[in-house]
C-alpha cells in the first residue's frame, strides 16, 4: 500500500501508551498491608508451600513488595519457613501454621479471589484516559488495508474515518446484505492492526471489592514488544528487578468486542461471583479502549429503549457507574468506539435525543449496479471462478429489476451455491447462466 503523504512515510500504526511502572514498594502498589496478607494467605493455602518467587510470580509483584507482608505474617505466626536456598529470601518456601490456615480460611469465606494482584481503581482510571480511542491517528492510506476486501464508494469510505478519528458512536443502518457488519468488522480490523496495543489489569480493586477485566476470550495478548519475549526466565526477570512494566497488567491489542441478539441489560452489569464474593466486568469495560460492535442492533432480548436509557448518559459523559452487592456505586471509564448495526428502520428504533448522542450515522444503502458487478467480480476470483456477465444479467432481468432489491452478500451466496452445484455433480467449478439461474432459483425466489 503506497502512502502519498509525507508524514505517513515511516508511519506503522499507532504508538502504545507508556506502560503502567512497577511499584517499588506496597504504597506504591495501591494495596493494603491487610489486603495483600489476605491474598498471600489466600494464595498458600490454594496451592500449598510456597518459594517466596513463585509467590510474587503469582501475584505479580516484584518480591520486594511482597516483603513486608511476608515478614508480618511470620512474626504473626501464620506463615513459617520450611526452607531455602543461599541467594536469600526470594528462595525461601513458606507453608502455613496451623493459626495461618485458619486465617487463610477465614480470608477464603471474605474472598476466594487468588491470582495476580488488582491494581487500585484510580490507576485503571488514569490508564484508560492515557489509551483512549478518541483522537487516534487514521489516515485514508492507513484504513484503505483492513477495508481492502470490501467494495465501498469514495465517499461512503470517507464518512468512516472521521468516525473512527472522533472515538465516538457510530450509527451504520440500511437493508439487510449490503456489508454493515463486514464494515464495523473492518473497522475492529483496523483497531487491531494499526490501533496500537493498550494495558489492561487482570483485576482491579474498587472499595475493597476485586473486580477481574482481563479475558483471555476476548483480548489479544500483543506481545511482540516484550524485552525478554524469547527468554523462558523472562517473568522472574521483571519480578526481581527494577524498570520494566507492573506486571499486573496485559499489553493488548486494542480489544474488538462484538455482540448481537444474545445481548442483556445483566451483561452491562458487574457478574457476581457468590461462592467466591469477587467480580468480573461487564462486556463494555472489557472493550475500554476499543470498539464495542452491537450488530443487529433491535433484536437483543432487552428493547432498544432499555438498552439505550441505560447507555444514554455513559455516551454523553464518557463514563459509566457500576454497583456492588452492597448497593454502593463507583465510576469507570466509558471509553470505546461503540458500533450500533441495524437493518431496521432507525425511527422505530430509537428517538432524537438518542441520535443526537450519536455523532456519526452512517446509511448503507442497495448496491449500484457498478457496484454490484464489482463485489460479484470479487466473489468470482475469491472462488476460483470465471466472471461471466450474462450470469449477472440474468439477475437483473429476472429478479433485480421486478421490484427485489439487490444486496451485496447475493454475490457470495449465489456463488457458493454454484460451486456446490458444481462439486456435488463432479464438474469443474465454473460460472454459467444456466448454473446462476439453478442457485438462485432456490435462494432468491424463495425470499422475495
Known amino acids: ?70 515478614k508480618f505474617l511470620k512474626d504473626e505466626k501464620c506463615l513459617q519457613v520450611d526452607g531455602g536456598e543461599l541467594v536469600g529470601e526470594v528462595s525461601y518456601r513458606f507453608s502455613l501454621t496451623d493459626l495461618g490456615r485458619q486465617r487463610a480460611q477465614d480470608a477464603m469465606e471474605q474472598c476466594a479471589y487468588v491470582g495476580p494482584a488488582p491494581v487500585p481503581l484510580e490507576d485503571y482510571v488514569e490508564q484508560c484516559y492515557r489509551q483512549t480511542v478518541t483522537g487516534l491517528l487514521c489516515y485514508p492510506e492507513a484504513l484503505k488495508a483492513p477495508f481492502g476486501h470490501l467494495v465501498l464508494k469514495e465517499e461512503m469510505f470517507n464518512n468512516l474515518g472521521p468516525a473512527i478519528v472522533s472515538g465516538r458512536s457510530v450509527f451504520i443502518y440500511g437493508p439487510p446484505g449490503n456489508g454493515k457488519t463486514a464494515m464495523a468488522r473492518a473497522i475492529g480490523d483496523f483497531m487491531n492492526t494499526t490501533g496500537g496495543s493498550i494495558y489492561v489489569p487482570y483485576a482491579f480493586v474498587a472499595d475493597g471489592n476485586i473486580i477481574t ?98 447507555w444514554i448518559l455513559p455516551l454523553e459523559d464518557r463514563h459509566d457507574f457500576l454497583t456492588v452487592a452492597s448497593g454502593k456505586k463507583f465510576q469507570v471509564p466509558f471509553e470505546q468506539l461503540i458500533i450500533f448495526s441495524t437493518n431496521l428502520d432507525p425511527k422505530s428504533l430509537v428517538d432524537d435525543a438518542f441520535l443526537r448522542r450519536i455523532r456519526h450515522k452512517v446509511g448503507v444503502e442497495a448496491p449500484q449496479r457498478d457496484v454490484f458487478e464489482k463485489i460479484f467480480a470479487a466473489n468470482c476470483r475469491r472462488l476460483g471462478m470465471n466472471y461471466d456477465q450474462s450470469a449477472v444479467d440474468y439477475l437483473y432481468e429476472r429478479y433485480y429489476t421486478r421490484g427485489r432489491a439487490p444486496r451485496a452478500s447475493d454475490c457470495r451466496d449465489l456463488l457458493e451455491i454454484v460451486q456446490s452445484i458444481c462439486r456435488y455433480r463432479r464438474q469443474p467449478v465454473h460460472l454459467t447462466r444456466d448454473l446462476i439461474a439453478e442457485a438462485s432459483a432456490s435462494f432468491i425466489a424463495e425470499f422475495s
Open 213 to 310: 477485566v482481563f479475558d483471555p476470550s476476548l483480548h489479544v495478548v500483543d506481545d511482540t514488544a516484550s524485552e525478554y519475549a524469547d527468554e523462558a526466565d523472562a517473568t522472574v526477570r521483571r519480578l526481581l528487578n527494577a524498570g520494566g512494566m507492573d506486571q499486573r497488567w496485559v499489553r493488548i491489542r486494542r480489544p474488538v468486542i462484538i455482540t448481537g441478539g444474545e445481548l442483556n441489560l445483566s451483561m452491562l452489569d458487574l457478574r457476581y461471583y457468590a461462592d467466591s464474593n469477587f467480580y468480573q466486568a461487564p462486556i463494555h469495560v472489557k472493550a475500554n479502549g476499543g470498539v464495542f460492535l452491537i450488530d443487529d442492533f433491535g433484536r437483543q432480548q432487552c428493547s432498544p429503549r432499555e438498552l439505550l436509557n441505560r
Open 1 to 70: 500500500m503506497s502512502m502519498t503523504h509525507p508524514e505517513l512515510a515511516e508511519w506503522e500504526g499507532n504508538p502504545a501508551p507508556e506502560a503502567p511502572p512497577p511499584p517499588e514498594s506496597l504504597r506504591e502498589a495501591g494495596l493494603t498491608l491487610a489486603f495483600l496478607c489476605d491474598l498471600i494467605l489466600r494464595s498458600i493455602y490454594t496451592r500449598g508451600a510456597m518459594i517466596g518467587r513463585d509467590l510474587a510470580q503469582l501475584l505479580c509483584l516484584p518480591f520486594k513488595v511482597i516483603r513486608e507482608p511476608l
